[in-house]
């Protein structure tokens, strides 16, 4: 494909983009998911005859494009739109400087999406942009917004001319620092691609392993079809792209007819017909032209396309899938042939001896994947047909769990016609997806329904027989069973109410920051200030470089890892015999092959390297293959055969209700009992149980590392971790080397959250053993590295009868995975963050780590917080519902200054501020009692509003970690170069570390430069995590400075009117050191679990948030309307890095607690390992209003220049917004879900809602 390097199209080994040096299209994850490599084809238009033949400009997924589909194709890159060193396009540069760009992995990727709009239409709205984004992640940011424009916007997009204006924000970047956007100033397509001759010529490609012939003819076509009856049509690869990476298919001979040659639009009487190879996109626009200037009644089936058409994957796979591929692919979960069916759809199926028109009905497909066309057939055209005069009503539905670009669980059309003037059904058609192994018409309960009246009567007898008719066995593929059944109810029941109402008759994302530098601070002094995030300008245009862009080394190989198919077993043989006979293989690599220890883990030393006889989880590594290159690697890694003597394999915690048993082979207890201090007597009490799934890191950059041997065992290694000190020890060890022959760099990370601290190592050590380079595959990550620890807690709590707990006992059980990597740290911090921000005057918290035969979990954003913070909510939602008070009561009972856990004291506590201003913001009042009215006027939507407050202790709970190095040289021209021990993950702490510099300096912050981080400049450094970087590094830095400004002060003094660069040359001929370390750690730090004594965080972060959601009680479907978030950042160093990370971690959280849902096989076997299975939040996902705000005036006197970090991520408020809104919304499903189902509660998945909204049916 176009994309990556050495990945295989279709057979056909494509260079990728990273030979000829363009590194700014990025894989991440190889499947159409993500976005990251997007890029713009433009190419002529069909027709050949014309002279100036227009152009067509669209966005693809590089990742999923053939080389071969390329001829006569203009592809533009980020790298072709513009430079750093030359001119910023447009795009790049408003991306960079309104904040939009963090870890900067797939800003490219966006780029490219908004340069491809921009091309097609200079002026686009807000919808048009929410289209381009559809289905992208949020991983890393919110680019939709990078805050107040400060009056340079336009027209009534901007705050401060149409009345949303904050009087008290300030400006987080101002648009009239922007180049005007000048659309005929774009690169032209090029000439020699418009050469006419070569347009109209047969094609012939030949791979390795398959040929690819492009017939320009439709005779060539079935001609060719007719002597490979075997051969695959590919139009869009989206399918077919899918099969041969992951299903490890290989195609022979692939027909990939030239475009024009059938993707023929035209429209007859009955309806438009068009082209198989026709683009979702094309067939999009051609409907919404007929849409607008048609009469409503012919174009009723058109809509019903165009809806499911709004769900459908993202805008780059539209522009490319054809309609032909999505109803030859036959998927039983297709989003289109559901409609198609309902609609009556006609396709052309045609031999190369004649044509026949195939009815789309109920015997079109044949089985799992079949059709009723013969292997020697295409598929020609389809026509949809215009709706029918006479009433024709008809609706599409999709129930997936994320809104959007996600594979549906249940689909459905609907069509149906009444007997001219009266509500008396002529026809009706019902067909349903994901019901059966294909698309599905109920025939049977459409002819029961035939020539009744559309009413009350009906709808009853089209449940009764719909639920007859639509059944499931129970163990059919894809589960929720009894939630896909009454899906199909629930559908029809939307449809039924839509037709009768027939029958009778701008979103934005603002943040603000209150936070603002003091009066006077003079305008060199950027600490405060929303300084861009310093690499945020090549990371727009792609020049950023990330460790696998990093150019091949001259002889160069690659590792591929080969890893347990079982969960739990004995190794009996491994067969290598097959692999090394392949080509380009160098050699294997077995734990025999470790030159030094093979035992390694990040505390304890429980792992091995490379698996020693015994494997313990799905994706153990058990060895590696090294060939000349990555296909040649990835392919002798899976000839490798591997025999297994299994043993018993333990997946999930099994702590049952009634006997606490925990299925840890050594279960560690770690008990957390501040305090039993109180005498007051309990109420009340109640005594409960929740569980919380895990969740997947999806960093968009995989992990990657590149070994370069150097002289005398030295061994260079770039790799993208937060650990480069524990990376160089592990591999140290691992070679049998001292430490100081190891040297790890970082230059920046497309990501981290927690997932590159420690899991990292595991595969530097492997790849150092040679000189190579690894960069994961995404599905490899997912299955190998492990994620956010599940938990289970059973919980006992006393209350009084105003809300207030007074008694708190909690247990958790953590599940590990196989090794105990991090897991002891993770539920000491869920234990200190038991009561939230609660005070509970008596608790006990335990701790049990439950081992598992999963991969090892291990530390994630929030790092155990997040658990604990859930089972509070849990235990205040449930005294709020024992004593039938509203949540917001219970949760009014908040921890006050001089009181809280882990910690015997919360000063400069400013919880109570942020709450107030949360609900003053989000005039909860106002939106509460609307909600109230809007929930009585609606009786199948119902919305509700939560507010809950978080309190985040900083520091690491381990105390030795709470240090931090940093390096600072000057250099004869005044320049100044920063090292400090922490690593760039797009968080911005090098922009940090530079305003810290700039302002001890007195320098500014064009003459300071961080270029990474290195073990060779600053030593034994702390991983970069527990939210303390800032602090630990921020105030290392500031010593250095401080150092290296005293030194300076005599050349200051004795020449005032002197600049830097005078006194810099004053102290170097004067031989002073103008290099200083600098050093930090954090003072009074030390629990004891023992005593339960000592101060375990050096201070507390606080924020508030409140949510309002609406929810849709016949599918379970959930929407955030609007959240408001208030954060203590105390002075922030950089507002606008702040509220990008706020934002960042809220929809984190959001993802974690509403959507993201790992699957594993009773056998442990990760099910869900790339974006199509696995699906984090979307653009779509933001909520229609989110609003940041940083508390002003809050000082922290505990960190440098008294900021606080920020924060992780919370329960999201929305979590708990049906708390006031009774009976069938989140809460009470939640609750439900959670007393009585014992499904793990987070993430609220729509079935788990619609279970409860669906309590008695329709009623
Ligand atoms: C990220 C992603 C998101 C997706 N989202 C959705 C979604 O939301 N809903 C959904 O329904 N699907 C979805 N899909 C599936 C897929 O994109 C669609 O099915 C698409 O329409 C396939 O079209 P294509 O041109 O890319 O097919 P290709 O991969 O080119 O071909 C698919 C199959 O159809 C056969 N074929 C194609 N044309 C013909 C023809 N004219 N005659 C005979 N056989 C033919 C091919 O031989 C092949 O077997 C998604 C896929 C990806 C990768
Ligand atoms: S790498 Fe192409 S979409 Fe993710």
Redesign the pocket.
């Known amino acids: 494909s176009l994309c990556g390097p050495g990945l295989t199209g279709p057979g056909l080994t494509g260079p990728g983009l990273l030979p000829v040096g363009l590194t700014g299209s990025k894989l991440g994850c190889a ?3 993500c976005g990251a490599c997007t890029v713009m084809l433009s190419r002529l238009k069909g027709d050949q005859q014309s002279l100036t033949p227009p152009l067509s400009h669209y966005s693809v ?1 590089a990742c ?1 494009a053939p080389l071969c589909s390329l001829h006569l194709v203009a592809v533009t890159t980020v790298e072709g739109i513009g430079s750093v060193a030359q001119t910023l396009h447009p795009v790049q540069e408003r991306i960079a400087k309104a904040h939009g760009s963090q870890c900067g992995f797939c800003t490219p990727g966006i780029v490219m999406s908004m340069y491809a709009l921009l091309r097609n239409k200079a002026t686009p709205t807000m919808d048009d942009l929410d289209d381009a984004f559809q ?1 992208r992640c949020t991983k890393a940011h919110i680019t939709t917004d990078g805050g107040c424009c400060g009056g340079g916007a336009s027209g009534n997009g901007c705050c401060r001319t149409n009345g949303t204006a904050d009087t008290e924000a300030t400006p987080l970047f101002d648009a009239k620092d922007f180049v005007p956007f000048d659309p005929t100033q774009e690169v032209i397509f090029p000439p020699e691609l418009m050469v006419k001759t070569d347009r109209s010529q047969s094609l012939c490609f030949h791979g390795d392993r398959t040929v690819w012939l492009q017939p320009n003819s439709l005779e060539e076509l079935l001609s060719l079809k007719w002597k490979h009856p075997e051969a ?11 099969e041969v990476k992951f299903k490890n298919m290989v195609y022979p001979v692939i027909l990939s007819p030239a475009d024009h040659i ?1 993707c023929l639009l035209f429209s007859v009487c009955s309806g438009i017909i068009f082209g ?2 026709c683009s ?1 996109s094309l067939m999009e626009a051609e409907l919404r032209r007929a849409v607008d200037s048609l009469p409503l009644h012919q174009t009723q089936v058109f809509l019903a396309v165009l809806e499911q058409l709004r ?4 805008r780059q ?1 539209r522009n ?7 109803i ?2 036959a ?1 039983p ?5 559901p409609v198609f069916m309902a609609a009556g759809s006609n396709r052309d199926g045609l031999l190369s001896d004649g044509s026949r028109l195939v009815q789309m009905d109920s015997r079109f497909f044949t089985g799992y994947r079949r059709t009723a ?1 013969r292997p020697q ?4 055209s389809l026509e949809i047909p215009y709706s029918k005069k006479v009433r024709q009503f008809m609706s599409a539905f999709k129930q997936s769990p994320r809104r959007e ?4 669980i249940v689909t459905a059309a609907m069509s149906v016609t009444f007997s001219p003037d009266t509500s008396l059904v002529e026809e009706l058609k019902l067909s349903y997806g994901g019901m059966a192994p294909t698309t599905v018409l109920a025939e049977r309960t459409a002819k029961e329904l035939i020539g009744r009246p559309w009413g009350e009567e009906l709808l009853q007898a089209a449940c009764s027989s719909l639920a007859e008719e639509m059944t499931l066995d129970p163990s059919a593929p894809g589960g929720m069973v009894t939630y896909r059944r009454t899906l199909t109810l629930s559908l029809f029941y939307k449809f039924y109410l839509t037709v009768l109402l027939k029958l009778r008759d701008q979103v934005w994302v603002r943040s603000d920051c209150l936070s603002e530098v003091p009066q006077g601070q003079h305008l060199d002094d950027v600490v405060g200030r929303p300084i861009m995030h310093l690499s945020a300008l090549k990371q727009a245009t792609g020049e950023a470089v990330y460790c696998d862009d990093i150019p091949l080394y001259e002889n160069e190989l690659y590792l591929a890892l080969v890893t347990s198919t079982k969960a739990h077993a004995h190794i009996l043989s491994i067969d290598t015999s097959l692999a090394v006979s392949m080509p380009g293989v160098v050699c294997c690599l077995f734990s025999e092959d470790v030159p030094g220890s093979n035992s390694t883990g990040p505390i304890v030393y429980d792992e091995s390297v490379l698996a020693d006889g015994q494997v313990t989880c799905v994706g153990h590594i058990i060895g590696a293959v090294v060939a000349d290159t990555q296909s040649h690697a990835q392919r002798a890694a899976k000839a490798v055969k591997i025999q297994y003597e299994e043993l018993p394999t333990v997946v999930t915690i099994q702590v049952t209700s009634h006997t606490p048993r925990v299925t840890s082979h050594t279960p560690k207890v770690t008990s957390h009992t501040p305090k039993v201090t109180s005498h007051t007597t309990a109420s009340g009490h109640y005594s409960g149980d929740m569980h919380m799934g895990g969740q997947e890191h999806f960093y968009l950059e995989t992990n990657v590392t590149l070994a370069v041997p150097k002289e005398d065992g030295e061994m260079e290694l770039f790799v993208s971790t937060q650990s480069a000190s524990k990376t160089q020890s592990l591999v140290a060890k691992a070679l049998g080397v001292a430490s100081n022959r190891i040297l790890v760099r970082v230059k920046r990370m497309g990501g981290g959250f927690g997932g590159k601290e420690s899991r990292t190592t595991i595969l530097s050590t492997v790849v150092a053993m040679r000189p190579v380079r690894c960069m994961l595959d995404r599905d490899e990550d997912m299955l190998v590295t492990g994620g956010r620890h599940p938990f289970y807690a059973k919980y006992k709590v006393g209350f009084l009868d105003n809300g207030q707990v007074v008694a708190l006992d909690v247990s958790y059980y953590s599940n590990t995975g196989n090794s105990m990597d991090l897991s002891l740290s993770v539920m000491e911090r869920a234990l200190f963050h038991m009561e939230n921000s609660y005070s509970v005057a008596n608790i006990r918290g335990r701790g049990f780590l439950c081992r598992t035969n999963l991969p090892s979990n291990t530390a994630f954003r929030g790092f155990g917080g997040p658990q604990g913070m859930i089972v509070a909510e849990s235990w205040v939602t449930d005294v709020a519902q024992r004593l039938g008070r509203p949540a917001e009561e219970v949760r009014g009972h908040r921890a006050g200054k001089g009181v809280g856990g882990g910690g015997p004291v919360l000063d400069q506590f400013t919880l109570d501020r942020c709450w107030d201003e949360c609900l003053r913001r989000s005039d909860y009042k106002q939106r509460r009692a609307a909600a109230h009215l809007y929930n009585r006027q609606n009786r199948w939507t119902k919305r509700g509003l939560a507010v809950v407050p978080t309190k985040f202790g900083i520091s690491f709970t381990a105390v030795f970690l709470n240090q931090a190095g940093a390096l600072v040289h000057i250099y004869t021209d005044g320049s100044v170069l920063v090292t400090h021990g922490g690593t760039e993950m797009g968080q911005g702490l090098h922009t940090k570390m530079v305003q810290v510099a700039s302002r001890v300096l007195g320098v500014p912050i064009s003459k300071i430069h961080i270029s990474e981080t290195s073990t060779n400049t600053v030593p034994n450094t702390s991983p970069t995590a527990a939210s303390a970087s800032s602090d630990l590094n921020g105030a290392a830095v500031h010593n250095a400075c401080q150092v290296l400004v005293e030194r300076l002060q005599p050349y200051r003094s004795a020449n005032p009117k002197g600049c830097w660069e005078d006194w810099v040359s004053a102290a170097y001929f004067d031989r002073v050191n103008l290099s200083a370390n600098g050093f930090y750690r954090t003072p009074d730090l030390g629990y004891d679990f023992n005593s339960n004594c000592g101060r375990v965080f050096d201070y507390y972060s606080y924020g508030v948030a409140c949510s309002e959601v609406e929810v849709d009680c016949l599918t379970g479907a959930h929407k955030n309307l609007r959240t408001t978030v208030v954060m203590d950042v105390g002075h922030s160093l950089n507002p606008a890095i702040d509220i990008g990370q706020v934002e960042g971690a809220f929809m984190q959280g959001l993802g974690l607690f509403t959507l993201e849902e790992l699957h594993y096989s009773p056998k442990g076997v990760l099910l869900t390992r790339g ?2 299975s696995y699906k984090i939040p979307a653009f779509g996902d933001i909520p229609s209003h989110l609003t940041v705000s940083l508390l002003r005036d809050a000082p922290n006197a505990k960190a440098i220049f008294n900021s606080k970090v920020r924060t992780e991520p919370r329960p999201p408020p929305h979590m708990n917004s049906g708390s006031s809104v009774r009976n069938k919304t989140v809460q009470t499903s939640v609750e439900f879900c959670k007393k009585r189902q014992n499904i793990p509660v987070p993430p609220v998945l729509e079935f788990q809602l619609m279970s409860v909204c669906m309590v008695n049916l329709f009623t």
């Open positions: 499947e159409g998911g997924n999923l289905g695959r049509v590919v139009v869009g690869n989206t399918e077919v792209g899918i059938w198989a190879s979702l769900w459908f994957a993202g796979i490319v899938a054809a309609v032909g591929g999505n030859m692919t998927s979960i297709s989003d289109l042939n066309l057939e295409v598929l020609v670009d996600d594979i549906s974006p199509g």
